[in-house]
T-cell receptor, first 106, second 114 residues
Framework: LAKTTQPISMDSYEGQEVNITCSHN???????ITWYQQFPSQGPRFIIQ???TKVTNEVASLFIPADRKSSTLSLPRVSLSDTAVYYC???????FGTGTRLQVFP | DAGVIQSPRHEVTEMGQEVTLRCKPI?????LFWYRQTMMRGLELLIY????????DSGMPEDRFSAKMPNASFSTLKIQPSEPRDSAVYFC????????????FGPGTRLTVT
C-alpha cells in the first residue's frame, strides 16, 4: 500500500512561507497526490492536487520531483487562519496519513 | 449546492444499541465514501461506493458494521451492536465518478457510545 509519511507538527509565524513535505515511496504510476486541510470539528477540505512537477492555485503550490516519491505543499505567507491539520493523500489508495498539525503564531 | 449532508450531527447511545448514520451526497456525484476519525487511528476509510455499488469494504472493522446505498442520493452506515470503542467522528464524502477528483466531505457525525 502507498503509505504516506509526514511530520507530525510544524510551527510558523504569520507572513512566513510554510513547506510541508510528504513521503510516498510506493506511489504507483496512476496515483495522484492530493492535499487536504482540516479544521477542528470539520471535515477535510481539498487544497490542491498534482501528478508531477509543479501545480499552483490561489491557495497553495505543490511541488513533485521527477521520481514522485515525495511531494511538498507550499503555503505562501501563512495567517492565523491557516492553523489546521494538513493531510497528504495518494489518491487511488485513499489512505490518509496522520497529517501535519500546523500552528501559526502571531 | 448544500454540500454533503450528514445526520445526526451528534449521537450518544449506550453499548449494545443499534446506531444508524445517514449521508446525502452532492447531487451528481457518483462516488461515496465513509470514513472514521479517532485520535488514536486518525482518518480511516471504511467503505466506498461507485454508482451505488460497494467497491471496497476492506476498512470496515468487523461484522457489526454495515453500509448501504439504496440510491444515488442516500447512504447509511449502521453499527449493530455498538461498543464504546466505536466512539469516533464518522465522515461521509462524495466525488464525481472516475477522477482522481477531489472529495467533498460532510460535517461529520460525532458518535459517543457509553
Amino acid at each position: 500500500l502507498a503509505k504516506t509519511t509526514q511530520p507530525i507538527s510544524m510551527d510558523s509565524y504569520e507572513g512566513q512561507e510554510v513547506n510541508i513535505t510528504c513521503s510516498h515511496n510506493n506511489i504507483a504510476t496512476n496515483d495522484y497526490i492530493t492535499w487536504y486541510q482540516q479544521f477542528p470539528s470539520q471535515g477535510p477540505r481539498f487544497i490542491i492536487q498534482g501528478y508531477k512537477t509543479k501545480v499552483t492555485n490561489e491557495v497553495a503550490s505543490l511541488f513533485i520531483p521527477a521520481d514522485r516519491k515525495s511531494s511538498t505543499l507550499s503555503l505562501p505567507r501563512v495567517s492565523l487562519s491557516d492553523t489546521a491539520v494538513y493531510y497528504c493523500l495518494v489518491t487511488d489508495k485513499l489512505i490518509f496519513g496522520t497529517g501535519t498539525r500546523l500552528q501559526v503564531f502571531p | 449546492d448544500a454540500g454533503v449532508i450528514q445526520s445526526p450531527r451528534h449521537e450518544v447511545t449506550e453499548m449494545g444499541q443499534e446506531v444508524t448514520l445517514r449521508c446525502k451526497p452532492i447531487s451528481g456525484h457518483n462516488s461515496l465514501f465513509w470514513y472514521r476519525q479517532t485520535m488514536m487511528r486518525g482518518l480511516e476509510l471504511l467503505i466506498y461506493f461507485n454508482n451505488n455499488v460497494p467497491i471496497d469494504d476492506s476498512g470496515m472493522p468487523e461484522d457489526r458494521f454495515s453500509a448501504k446505498m439504496p440510491n444515488a442520493s442516500f447512504s447509511t452506515l449502521k453499527i449493530q451492536p455498538s461498543e464504546p470503542r466505536d466512539s469516533a467522528v464518522y465522515f461521509c464524502a462524495s466525488s464525481p465518478l472516475g477522477g482522481p477528483y477531489e472529495q467533498y466531505f460532510g460535517p461529520g457525525t460525532r458518535l459517543t457510545v457509553t
